[in-house]
C-alpha cells in the first residue's frame, strides 16, 4: 500500500499547507509521480491538466506563505467525474459523440471547488454516458479495481473510486442516480455520499423537478469527505431542487456516541437478490456492532412497487437527455442508451403519473420506517467485484436480472426517497474484496447522517477485520491487464466544437 504525502488525508495534507510542513507544489509533485506509476494499471484518470495545475499549485505555495489561503481546499489537487464540464479540459462523457468535447466554463460544483482552491488536475473514467455500475467506453478503455484490475471498479463513477482507493488524489467527484457514486466506493474500499437532493445544485439535470440524480463528494474517509462537502454544497437558480441554507450548515456535525445510536438493518432492502456470501458478510458487521450501540433492529423496506417506479423514473431521464440526439444520430449510442431510450419511449403518460404518485408512498413508507431511528444499514453491491470485460452482474443468488441495472437494486432503491445516503468501507468479503456498508438517514437529514457515519467510521476502524482495505501496491505493479483493449474512438485532443453533451444522471 502507498505511503507518505499521496495516502495522507486532505485534511492531515491542508494542516501541512497551514504549518509549512507541506507545500502544495511538493504534494501535486508527489501525486503525479504515483500516477505516473500507478494510473497505467487501473486506468482511473483520463484527461490531464498538468502543466496548469503545477502552475496553480506555485501560487498555492504563495498563498500559504504569506498566510492567505484562497479556500478550505487551497493547493488540493482533484479528480472530476467525465461527466461534469470542465473549463478547457476534455470532458467526453465516455462517448464517441463527445471524444473531443473542451468545455468553455465549469459546471456550479466544479466551480465552487475551485473557488476552495481546489487544482482540478484530471478527470476520472465513467461508463458511456454515466450508464451501468461498470466503468468501461470506447474513448478511454475500462477502469481496473485496484484490489485486482481484472475486476470492475463499479460505476458510473468508478474511475473516481479507483483513484481515491489507489492514494492517486485526496478528493474526487462523483453523481448519483442508482448508486453510481454508492456502487464503486463500496467496491473500491473508499467513502462515498449521495446527498439529499437539495444539497448540492445540479443545474445540468435533464428534468430539473426530477430528484433521483443527484452530485456528491468522494473520499478515503468522512472527515476528508466533508471537508469536500463544505467547499461544494450551495443553491443555484437554474436547480429549482436546489435550496438556499447556512452556508456553515457542515462546519460542525452533530456528534452521536456510539452507545446512543438507534439503528435498523436490511439485508436485501425489500427483497432484492443478494449472493449469500454477501448476506453473511452483512450479518457479521451487524452482529459486531449491535452490542455497541443502544437498538439495532431489523426493518423492514419492501416500501411499494419500487424497481418499476425506478425504472419508469429513470427512463424518462434518459429519454429527454438523449431522445432527440439518437433519433438524428443513432449511431453516436452505444447498446444501454439505445435500450434506455427504448425504455422510455414505451412508458405513457399514465405510467409516469403512476411512477411519480408511487414514489410519494414510497417516501411516506420510508419515513415511517426510519422513525426514531439514526439511520438504517444495507450492504451496497449484492455482489463481490466481478471481471470488468463482464457488463454487469447476470445472476444473483440464483435469480436472473431482467435488465442490465437490476443488481443495484440495492442503491436504486434507497435513491427514490430523496434522502441521504453514505457508504463505509468496512473490511473485506468471503473473497477477500472490499465490503461497504451503505447508511440510509431520513430526508434532509444529511448532517446528522454525516455525524452518525462519523461514529461508525470509528468504531469500523478498531477492528482489523472492519476496518478500511488497502491495495496491495506490488500486486499492482505487476498487472499488466490491458484495460484500453476496447478502446475504438480514442479521445481528440484539439476540438472545441462538437454536438451539444446532454446528460441523464
Given amino acids: 500500500m502507498a505511503s507518505g504525502p499521496p495516502s495522507w488525508p486532505a485534511t492531515e495534507i491542508v ?14 509533485e508527489a501525486c503525479l509521480a504515483r500516477i505516473s506509476a500507478i494510473n497505467p494499471r487501473i486506468n482511473a484518470l483520463t484527461a ?3 502543466e496548469s495545475a503545477v502552475t496553480q499549485a506555485a501560487q498555492s505555495t504563495r498563498r500559504w506563505r504569506e498566510g492567505k489561503p484562497m479556500g478550505l481546499l487551497d493547493g488540493l489537487p482533484i479528480g472530476v467525474k467525465d461527466l461534469q464540464d470542465t473549463a478547457n479540459l476534455l470532458t467526453t462523457h465516455g462517448s464517441p459523440r463527445a471524444r473531443g468535447h473542451l468545455p468553455t466554463r465549469d459546471m456550479p460544483m466544479v466551480a465552487r471547488l475551485r473557488a476552495a482552491g481546489a487544482i482540478v488536475l484530471a478527470k476520472t473514467n465513467v461508463p458511456e454516458l454515466g450508464a451501468g455500475g461498470n466503468t468501461r ?8 479495481n485496484p484490489f485486482d484490475p481484472r475486476l470492475t471498479a463499479g460505476g458510473s463513477s468508478g474511475g473516481s473510486a479507483a483513484a481515491l482507493a489507489a492514494d492517486l488524489l485526496p478528493l474526487c467527484t462523483g453523481s448519483d442516480t442508482g448508486g453510481s457514486l454508492r456502487l464503486p466506493a463500496a467496491l473500491c474500499g473508499i467513502v462515498g455520499f449521495r446527498p439529499s437532493v437539495d444539497v448540492i445544485a445540479h443545474p445540468t439535470r435533464p428534468l430539473g423537478w426530477s430528484g433521483i440524480s443527484v452530485l456528491g463528494p468522494m473520499a478515503r474517509n468522512v472527515d476528508d469527505l466533508v471537508l469536500m462537502l463544505r467547499a461544494c454544497h450551495g443553491f443555484d437558480p437554474d436547480d429549482p431542487l436546489s435550496a438556499p441554507s447556512n452556508p456553515a450548515r457542515f462546519d ?10 438507534r439503528l435498523g438493518y436490511s439485508e436485501d432492502f425489500g427483497g432484492a437478490p443478494v449472493d449469500p456470501d454477501i448476506r453473511a458478510t452483512f450479518r457479521a458487521r451487524i452482529a459486531a456492532l449491535a452490542p455497541q450501540v443502544a437498538e439495532c433492529r431489523p426493518v423492514d423496506l419492501d416500501l411499494g412497487q419500487m424497481d418499476r417506479t425506478f425504472d419508469i423514473l429513470r427512463a424518462e431521464s434518459f429519454l429527454a437527455g438523449f431522445g432527440q440526439a439518437i ?13 434506455n431510450v427504448a425504455l422510455g419511449l414505451s412508458f405513457s403518460l399514465a405510467d409516469r403519473a403512476w411512477a411519480h404518485a408511487e414514489q410519494t408512498r414510497i417516501l411516506r413508507a420510508f419515513n415511517a420506517r426510519i422513525a426514531g431511528l439514526d439511520a438504517i444499514l444495507l450492504p451496497t453491491a449484492p455482489v463481490s467485484a466481478f471481471p470488468w470485460t463482464q457488463g454487469h452482474a447476470e445472476r444473483i443468488d440464483g435469480q436472473e436480472m431482467d435488465i442490465y441495472y437490476r443488481w443495484l437494486a440495492l442503491t436504486y432503491r434507497g435513491s427514490l426517497t430523496g434522502g441521504p445516503a453514505i457508504v463505509l468501507p468496512s473490511g473485506r468479503d468471503g473473497s477477500g474484496l472490499p465490503f461497504g456498508l451503505q447508511v ?15 461514529t461508525l467510521e470509528a468504531a469500523l476502524a478498531r477492528q482489523p477485520e472492519t476496518a478500511r482495505p488497502r491495495p496491495d501496491d506490488d500486486r499492482l505493479a505487476q498487472s499488466r ?11 481528440l485532443h484539439a476540438v472545441r466544437f462538437t454536438p451539444p453533451i446532454s446528460t441523464a444522471v
Wanted: no cysteine; proline share 12%.
Fill in 481 to 491: 491487464v490491458d484495460l484500453r483493449s476496447i478502446v475504438t474512438h480514442p479521445p
Fill in 440 to 454: 440510509l438517514g431520513p430526508v434532509r437529514g444529511d448532517a446528522a447522517l454525516l455525524g452518525v457515519a462519523r
Fill in 48 to 50: 490531464f491538466d498538468s
Fill in 327 to 339: 433519433r438524428e444520430n443513432p449511431e453516436d449510442f452505444g447498446p444501454f442508451i439505445h435500450r
Fill in 137 to 144: 467506453n470506447p474513448v478511454w478503455g475500462a477502469t481496473g
Fill in 252 to 261: 460542525r456535525l452533530p456528534a452521536k456516541p456510539l452507545q446512543d445510536l
Fill in 15 to 28: 494542516a501541512r499547507f497551514a504549518d509549512q510542513s507541506l507545500t502544495p507544489s511538493a504534494f501535486l
